[in-house]
């Protein structure tokens, strides 16, 4: 008997409980949770800003055909803003300066989006220290593109 009193005690000393290995696993999830959200992924900023703008272009052209006026879009190699009078209490046009390490450039210093839509491609492009992207817009829509090697 003295025996089995040895191998219960080691059978309940053995391993962990349930609690235990719930606080554990807690603990690795929050831990795991803290490393992704501190881990950067925006490594190409000009890429990021390049979508932006060509977003922000789509609600330009979508605000110009629904209030059937004008909207201005104004630009500078280190930001641009939209302008339209048929939202001048809103800020979604305010200026947006662009990060450090970006470089915008366009043909013109201004753009105005018709309400009808018809307009010549403009061909923007934003650039940072590894990577230039090519924004096509032509009055209804914009697309992003990576610029060749050989343009770059």
Known sequence: MHVGDRMRRR???????????????????????MVVLGVRTDGDPARVEANRFADRLRLAADEALIAGRPVTLAMDPRGYAFE???????DWGARHDLPREVR???PQAGLTVDPDGVEAPVVMTMRDRRQAWRITFDGLSAEVAPLGAEAA
Do not use: M, N
């Open 84 to 90: 339209s009078d048929a939202r001048a209490d809103d």
């Open 11 to 33: 059978r309940t000393r053995a391993g962990l409980t349930l609690v235990e290995v719930l606080v554990v696993l807690a603990v690795i999830g929050v831990v795991a949770a």
């Open 104 to 106: 915008f450039w366009a």
